[in-house]
Every structure is written in structure tokens, then in C-alpha cells.
């Protein structure tokens, strides 16, 4: 019986040490990856006046990623957001929100971020930090990622990585602070993507 259990826990074991393998990015090539926009979410939430946090997201950006598989380091990452697709649910908020007392779509009309270092910091997590541009300003932010998975897609049978990310920033640093403190000046970011070989 106690061998039994043993090779049962030893057999969970390497099935765990599989699955966790297989979102290692050195299971797909390197190369051109583009997003796969029908499983893609960008979102930041906010304190509301100490009530809620409020959801809002983006439906339309993209991310292209260049992979060098054999030096992560030396692969190149950007994002491009259209402002005016933020997504409250709620349209008289997305109004307000595209005014001149936020992202002010009418004289902004891109939200880009390029990756200025990416670095492994485990077999699958990686840490990378860029510039972001909001509303013509430019400041550096690092999100924390992790390589859910990355390996052939089982339908498309074309190498796909999925990437889960998130990162922190004050919206007062891209003149995006109005009503602070009142309405939080932290806002967390967090990025679901699918990314296809070109």
C-alpha cells in the first residue's frame, strides 16, 4: 500500500513538473508574434471614493512581440491602445472619461508602451519594465508577468504563447490625476494576451 502511494505522488509529481514545463517559452520558436484580439483583455482598476474598485478596460490594442528565444533579454515588446475604446460599461462614463479631464481622445489619440528591459526571473515569469506614453508624457513602469503557457495552439496548430501580466502606476504622473485623492491616484493594470506566431 505504501509503495502504491509513493509511486501515485511521485506520478502527480512529474505530471506537475510537466505542465509547469510546458509554459516555458523555449517550447515555441522565436520569431514575429502577434495578438490574438479575440482572447485579449487590458483593464485597470482604482479606488472610488473609498467604496468600490471600479473595472475598466480597452477593446481595442494590440501587442506585437519579436521573441528571441535563445536571450529573452534580447527580444522586443510594444503595446499600442486606442484611448477612445476605454470601456466602462457605462457610456455616459466612457464620454467623461474621453474628455479633456482625462485621456482627452480628441488631442490624444494613442497610448503606446515599449519595452525597454526584459528579463527571466524564473522558469516562466519574467519582469519587464518600458516606457509608457499617455497624453504625450513618457515615464517608465514594470509589470510582473508570468508565461501561462506557450506551446502549439491544439486547434490553430500554430505556436502560441499566453502571458499574464500586471503592473502599478499613479495616474497623476500622465495628467490623468484629476479628483486624486478623492478617487485613488494608484491604479493597478492587469493584461490577459494570446500571442500568435506571424
Given at each position: 500500500?505504501?509503495?502504491?502511494?509513493?509511486?501515485?505522488?511521485?506520478?502527480?509529481?512529474?505530471?506537475?513538473?510537466?505542465?509547469?514545463?510546458?509554459?516555458?517559452?523555449?517550447?515555441?520558436?522565436?520569431?514575429?508574434?502577434?495578438?490574438?484580439?479575440?482572447?485579449?483583455?487590458?483593464?485597470?482598476?482604482?479606488?472610488?471614493?473609498?467604496?468600490?474598485?471600479?473595472?475598466?478596460?480597452?477593446?481595442?490594442?494590440?501587442?506585437?512581440?519579436?521573441?528571441?528565444?535563445?536571450?529573452?533579454?534580447?527580444?522586443?515588446?510594444?503595446?499600442?491602445?486606442?484611448?477612445?475604446?476605454?470601456?466602462?460599461?457605462?457610456?455616459?462614463?466612457?464620454?467623461?472619461?474621453?474628455?479633456?479631464d482625462f485621456?482627452?481622445?480628441?488631442?490624444h489619440t494613442?497610448?503606446?508602451?515599449?519595452?525597454?528591459?526584459?528579463?527571466?526571473?524564473?522558469?516562466?515569469?519574467?519582469?519587464?519594465?518600458?516606457?509608457?506614453?499617455?497624453?504625450?508624457?513618457?515615464?517608465?513602469?514594470?509589470?510582473?508577468?508570468?508565461?501561462?503557457?506557450?506551446?502549439?495552439?491544439?486547434?490553430?496548430?500554430?505556436?502560441?504563447?499566453?502571458?499574464?501580466?500586471?503592473?502599478?502606476?499613479?495616474?497623476?504622473?500622465?495628467?490623468?490625476?484629476?479628483?486624486?485623492?478623492?478617487?485613488?491616484?494608484?491604479?493597478?493594470?492587469?493584461?490577459?494576451?494570446?500571442?500568435?506566431?506571424?
Amino acid at each position: 500500500m505504501k509503495a502504491t502511494l509513493q509511486r501515485l505522488i511521485a506520478a502527480a509529481a512529474a505530471l506537475t513538473l510537466s505542465a509547469f514545463a510546458s509554459a516555458g517559452i523555449g517550447d515555441v520558436p522565436a520569431g514575429e508574434y502577434k495578438l490574438e484580439k479575440t482572447h485579449a483583455y487590458l483593464t485597470f482598476s482604482y479606488l472610488h471614493l473609498g467604496f468600490s474598485r471600479p473595472v475598466v478596460g480597452f477593446s481595442d490594442f494590440d501587442v506585437s512581440l519579436n521573441l528571441d528565444q535563445s536571450d529573452v533579454s534580447a527580444s522586443a515588446l510594444s503595446v499600442a491602445v486606442n484611448p477612445a475604446s476605454v470601456d466602462t460599461g457605462v457610456p455616459k462614463f466612457d464620454d467623461h472619461l474621453k474628455s479633456d479631464d482625462f485621456f482627452d481622445v480628441a488631442n490624444h489619440t494613442d497610448i503606446s508602451f515599449k519595452a525597454t528591459s526584459i528579463e527571466m526571473t524564473g522558469e516562466s515569469t519574467l519582469q519587464i519594465t518600458g516606457d509608457l506614453t499617455m497624453k504625450g508624457i513618457t515615464k517608465p513602469i514594470t509589470l510582473d508577468a508570468t508565461i501561462n503557457k506557450a506551446a502549439n495552439h491544439p486547434m490553430r496548430k500554430t505556436p502560441t504563447i499566453g502571458i499574464s501580466a500586471s503592473g502599478q502606476l499613479k495616474r497623476s504622473d500622465w495628467d490623468l490625476g484629476r479628483y486624486a485623492p478623492n478617487v485613488g491616484d494608484d491604479v493597478s493594470l492587469n493584461i490577459q494576451v494570446e500571442l500568435v506566431k506571424s
